[in-house]
C-alpha cells in the first residue's frame, strides 16, 4: 500500500469511528477540532507531507468559517421559528378569507335566485343569468386554494430546512420584532412603522374597546 493509501485509510478510519460516535451532523465549530485530530492520527512517514497537508485543510477552515458567516447572516433560526410560521399563518388566513368571500357570493346568489322566482319572466332570466355569474366566479376559491397549498408545502419544507441549517451552523440569536405602538401627548404615535400591520390575524388585531380608547384620546 502506498503511503497516500495508507493515509487516506487511516483519515477514513478515523472518520468512521467518529460519525459512529458523533452522527453524521458536525457543526462548523468542531470542524477545526476534526481537523486537528486528523492531522495528529497521519504521520508524514506515510507519505502526506503535514505542512501542506494543514496549509490545506486550514484553508477549508478558513472557508466553512467564511460560508456560516454567510448563512448566520441569513439568521436561519429568526427564519424557520418567526418568519415562515408568521408566513404560514399568513396564507392560512388568506385561505379563509377567501372561503369566506366565496361562501358570501354563494348565499347572495342563491337569495337573489329566490328573488328571481317572483318576477316576471324577462327579469326573472336576467336574474338568473346574474346568479349563475356569481356562482362561476366563486371557483377563484379553489383556484387560489390550490396555489397556495403548493406555495404552503414549500414554505414547510423550506422552513424544516432552516432550522436544520440554524443547528448545523450554531444559530442561536432568535430576534422578535417589537410591534409596540407608542403615543406621546399629542396622541401621535412615536414609531409610526408600527402602524402598518396590514389585516390582523384573529384575535390579534385591536378590539372596539381599543380603538374606542384611541379615538377617546384625541379629544
Same mark, same amino acid.
Given at each position: ?6 493515509? &487516506?485509510?487511516? #483519515?477514513?478510519?478515523? +472518520?468512521?469511528?467518529?460519525?459512529? $460516535?458523533?452522527?453524521?451532523? #458536525? ?6 477540532? @476534526?481537523?486537528?485530530?486528523? =492531522?495528529? *492520527? ?5 507519505? +502526506? ?14 472557508? +466553512?468559517?467564511?460560508? %456560516?458567516? $454567510?448563512?448566520? /447572516? ?7 421559528? !418567526?418568519?415562515?410560521?408568521?408566513? @404560514? ?6 385561505? !379563509?378569507?377567501? $372561503?369566506?368571500?366565496?361562501?358570501? #357570493? /354563494?348565499?347572495?346568489?342563491? !337569495? ?21 355569474? @356569481? ?5 377563484? %376559491? ?10 404552503? !408545502? =414549500?414554505?414547510?419544507?423550506?422552513? *424544516?430546512? /432552516? ?12 430576534? #422578535? ?22 389585516? *390582523?390575524?384573529?384575535? &390579534? ?9 384611541? @379615538?377617546?384620546?384625541?379629544?
Amino acid at each position: 500500500m502506498s503511503g497516500n493509501n495508507a493515509a &487516506q485509510a487511516q #483519515i477514513q478510519v478515523y +472518520l468512521d469511528n467518529y460519525r459512529a $460516535e458523533h452522527g453524521d451532523s #458536525i457543526s462548523v465549530e468542531e470542524v477545526g477540532e @476534526l481537523v486537528a485530530a486528523l =492531522l495528529k *492520527q497521519v504521520s508524514p512517514a506515510e507519505g +502526506l507531507s503535514g505542512g501542506e497537508a494543514e496549509a490545506e485543510l486550514n484553508e477549508m477552515v478558513d472557508n +466553512l468559517t467564511m460560508v %456560516q458567516h $454567510e448563512i448566520l /447572516m441569513m439568521k436561519p433560526l429568526t427564519l424557520s421559528q !418567526k418568519d415562515m410560521p408568521e408566513a @404560514l399563518a399568513e396564507l392560512d388566513e388568506i385561505v !379563509k378569507a377567501t $372561503e369566506g368571500s366565496a361562501s358570501t #357570493i /354563494m348565499d347572495a346568489a342563491d !337569495k337573489l335566485a329566490m328573488l328571481g322566482e317572483d318576477a316576471d319572466e324577462e327579469t326573472a332570466d336576467q336574474i338568473a343569468d346574474i346568479s349563475t355569474i @356569481l356562482f362561476e366566479s366563486t371557483s377563484f %376559491q379553489d383556484i387560489c386554494g390550490q396555489r397556495i397549498t403548493k406555495v404552503r !408545502k =414549500l414554505l414547510d419544507e423550506m422552513q *424544516q430546512q /432552516m432550522a436544520s441549517l440554524a443547528m448545523t451552523v450554531g444559530d442561536d440569536d432568535l430576534e #422578535i420584532a417589537d410591534d409596540h405602538v407608542e403615543f406621546d401627548e399629542a396622541g401621535f404615535a412615536v414609531n409610526e412603522e408600527n402602524l402598518l400591520h396590514g389585516p *390582523q390575524r384573529e384575535g &390579534q388585531g385591536n378590539s372596539q374597546d381599543d380603538i374606542d380608547a384611541l @379615538l377617546a384620546s384625541f379629544d
